[in-house]
């Protein structure tokens, strides 16, 4: 499957963006989904994810209430809303692919990836 993330931008404090993630060569509806942000200087942490029906997804404690995640199975394509961002959400966000249908937030359950989109949060 080949992941095609987008959405990303500049943005000041407050402001709102919503990342999509779209998947071709084969469909994503059994898998569950996540995305990830790798901030600069920093390791890559798991931001959210949700399982394959779209009825369950979990959050980092870092973006709980502010962020949420869907899907669309029709397009095979998932979303991320970001509200209230703050420049600590400065960062590359990739969407991933688990081999697993439930929401997890196990990176290594993770083994397609996309390619990342930028997002950066003036203050």
């Known amino acids: 499957v080949q992941l095609q993330a987008s959405g990303g931008g500049l943005v000041q404090a407050g402001d709102s963006l919503r990342l999509s993630c779209a998947a071709s060569?084969?469909?994503?509806?059994?898998?569950?989904m996540g995305w990830f942000r790798q901030a600069p200087g920093k390791e890559r942490e798991f931001v959210a994810a949700?399982?394959?029906?779209?009825?369950?997804?979990i959050y980092a404690d870092s973006v709980k209430g502010r962020f949420t995640m869907s899907r669309d199975s029709a397009k095979n394509t998932v979303y991320l809303q970001m509200n209230g961002l703050g420049p600590e959400d400065t960062a590359i966000y990739y969407c991933?692919?688990?081999?697993?249908?439930?929401?997890?937030?196990?990176?290594?359950?993770?083994?397609?990836w996309g390619q990342g989109t930028e997002v950066t949060v003036s203050s």
């Open positions: 991933a692919a688990s081999i697993t249908s439930p929401a997890t937030r196990r990176t290594e359950l993770y083994r397609s």
């Open positions: 060569r084969r469909t994503v509806s059994n898998n569950g």
């Open positions: 949700i399982d394959w029906r779209g009825s369950q997804s």
